[in-house]
Structures are given as C-alpha cells and as structure tokens.
C-alpha cells in the first residue's frame, strides 16, 4: 500500500513537471507561430465545410482565434490545477484547494513574465485572470466529483 502511494505521488509529479513543459513549450512560440496554430485549426474546420474565408469572415476568424486562445489558456491552467491538487491530497495537505489555486497562479503569473522575453509577446493581466478561471473550473471540477461520489454511496 505505501508503495502503491508512493509511485502515486510519484507519477503524479512528473505528470505536473511534463504540463509545465507543455505550457512553457507553448509559450515560447512567436506570436506569429502562436497565431499560425490558432488560426489553422479555424482555417481546417471551415475548409471542412467548404467554406474559402473572405475579408468579411476573416474578421470572425480572428474573433474566433481569441476564444480559442483563452479557452486553451482555461484547459491548461484547469488540467494543471487538477494535478496540483490530487498531488496535495496525496499528501493529506490542509487546505488543498486554495494551496493548489495559488500553486497554478504562481505557475501563470512566471509564465506570463517568461512571454515578456518571447518575440510578438507580452505579459498579460488578462491571461492570468482567465488562468485563474480554468484553475477554479478544475477545482470545482474535482470537488463536484468528491460530492457526487459521496452522494452516490449514501455518506
């Protein structure tokens, strides 16, 4: 059983380790790279509905490109609280939700400094906000889970 936990908390912390990579990875794009990556999933999804992308609905495209950059701001701050928070539990730590929330904000709130350095980008007030957001979502996310599994045994 101690092992059992042991290897848990183990891969539990290199899965956190491997999203901060995956984070800082994506961070380190150019904005030019970064808005290629964004604008390419929209351009393939219209492509499949054989919709050409004229100057009217490139305006909607790049609309369409901010949603989809901060909701993957939201997904990766989510999933990384979401970690954070099940490596804390696995320590029986106090007050887990708040210490994984500001874990993941402290996480944001480098990253964004990191983007000062990248070309095209910048350090974001607004992008820590909408990390905070995804990080609340994963820890609501968790703790609706821990209150249906309750409900559902009858405790």
Do not use: P
């Amino acid at each position: 059983m101690v092992n059992k936990m042991k290897y848990k908390r183990i891969i539990l912390l290199i899965l956190i380790i491997l999203w901060c990579g995956l984070i800082f990875n994506l961070s380190s794009q150019k904005a030019v790279n970064s808005t290629e990556l964004s604008g390419g999933v929209i351009n393939k999804v219209l492509n499949l509905f054989g919709h050409d992308i004229t100057e009217y609905e490139s305006s909607v495209v790049l609309c369409m490109q901010i949603v989809i950059r901060k909701s993957a701001h939201m997904f990766l701050y989510c999933i990384l609280a979401i970690l954070i928070k099940l490596e804390l539990m696995e320590y029986n730590i106090k007050n887990s939700n708040v210490m994984a929330i500001l874990l993941t904000i402290l996480y944001a709130i480098t990253d964004e400094i990191h983007q000062n350095f990248v070309m095209g980008r910048s350090c974001e007030v607004r992008d820590i906000i909408v990390d905070l957001v995804g990080a609340l979502i994963g820890i609501g996310l968790i703790c609706l889970y821990k209150y249906s599994k309750n409900k559902c045994r009858g405790d």
